[in-house]
């Protein structure tokens, strides 16, 4: 059967458009693998809470104590020295009295006791005063980086009136959007948003009023735009969990990326990176890593086994040679995609067999630790 030329076209067309449908699926699962984790955290985090409130302020049984004897002394009415002792029991009161030394006794031993107190207080301050000065001298030793930090100021926030609809999801998402209303930044402001996505916004730079976001922003998606680099002010947003850089032209990274010590979900799928960028390897609490669709040549699995909270891994269709064996090292890693490379081994029918059987040839494979 021959096909002619106008329907080799279609067909070519057809698989053209099944591919990017296929990655397009893919960028969809993984977002939903990245939803059902962050899910899951937080169910966690509410039952460790509960738990620990139940705990601090469930019914307590209180224990019985016992009250102190108050002494009270009168001058008239028979003995001028005698006394009556209070229990804190309304039946119970004896009437005692006390020698007139003994009673003196008693003041020395008080204006002692007195003094002795006045003396440790004294101490007590002189040496609070010795540590505050003490600290004082260990701050001014702290890196420029904490000294800037803590200089920096927080952004003022505008007086206008928050929308209802933003407050609440705390989100704005201004996707295929040209131009940004400057409305929306106060409102982003106002409202504290937590997350921003800014996808198909046809993006040559991350607008500057991103970082004024900095006290709560913990979402930013940045997807499908023209980004070729990444500012240093990246590193001001403290707060991210979750940074999306997908489809842009982004070759590198800039050191600062490596300060979003809370950072768990990076996605720098679709750009030119021909190396890991070294800066990922300072983010000790990543948990989603995806370098798909770049130009990666070479990744040395051992750069990566420090990063003990990495549990999904995608490297596929970039120009790896080989596959280094070491990746099965990450310790806590459970999804790991490398298929469409060069490498042969391991070979396409233990690739589609899933991360498992992936995971499982390159632990097999890697030396024993």
């Not at 021909?274 to 990666?296: D, F, T």
Request: with cysteine; aromatic share 2%; charged share 30%.
């Amino acid at each position: 059967m021959t096909l002619s030329v106008s329907g080799l076209s279609q067909r070519v067309a057809e698989n053209q458009r099944l591919f990017e449908e296929n990655m397009r699926l893919k960028d969809v699962v993984l977002e939903l693998e990245y939803r059902l984790r962050e899910n899951t955290q937080r169910t966690t985090d509410l039952s460790a809470l509960r738990n620990a409130l139940e705990k601090k302020f469930g019914p307590v049984e209180l224990p019985q104590i016992n009250p102190i004897p108050i002494s009270i002394y009168c001058n008239g009415g028979g003995n001028a020295n005698s006394s009556v002792t209070t229990s804190g029991d309304k039946d119970s009161k004896t009437a005692t009295s006390k020698p007139k030394g003994e009673e003196s006794g008693t003041s020395e031993k008080k204006d002692t006791a007195e003094n002795k107190d006045s003396t440790e207080k004294k101490d007590t301050k002189e040496n609070e005063k010795e540590q505050s000065t003490s600290a004082e001298g260990d701050d001014s030793k702290k890196p420029e980086e904490d000294q800037e930090e803590e200089d920096e100021e927080k952004p003022k926030i505008p007086d206008v009136r928050p929308d209802p609809l933003i407050k609440n999801t705390k989100t704005i998402d201004m996707n295929r959007q040209i131009e940004i209303p400057s409305s929306m930044w106060d409102q982003g402001l106002v409202c504290g948003i937590t997350r921003l996505s800014l996808q198909h916004c046809q993006l040559s730079a991350i607008p500057e009023q991103v970082f004024t976001l900095r006290c709560t922003l913990k979402e930013l998606e940045l997807g499908q735009n023209k980004l070729k680099q990444v500012p240093v002010d990246i590193g001001r947003l403290k707060k991210l969990t979750k940074l999306t850089l997908n489809h842009n032209q982004i070759s590198s990274l800039p050191k600062e990326i490596g300060k979003l010590a809370n950072l768990e979900d990076l996605n720098l799928s679709h750009n030119q990176f021909a190396e890991l960028p070294e800066p990922v390897l300072q983010l000790k609490g990543l948990c989603s890593l995806i370098l798909a669709n770049n130009q990666i040549s070479k990744l040395e699995g051992m750069k990566l086994v420090p990063l003990k909270a990495l549990t999904l891994l995608s490297i596929e269709n970039n120009n790896l040679s080989k596959l280094s064996v070491e990746l099965g090292l990450i310790p806590n890693l459970k999804t790991i995609m490398v298929s469409g490379n060069s490498f042969r081994i391991p070979n396409t029918a233990l690739i589609s067999k899933g991360s498992a059987a992936v995971l499982e040839y390159l632990r097999n494979k890697c030396p024993q630790q």
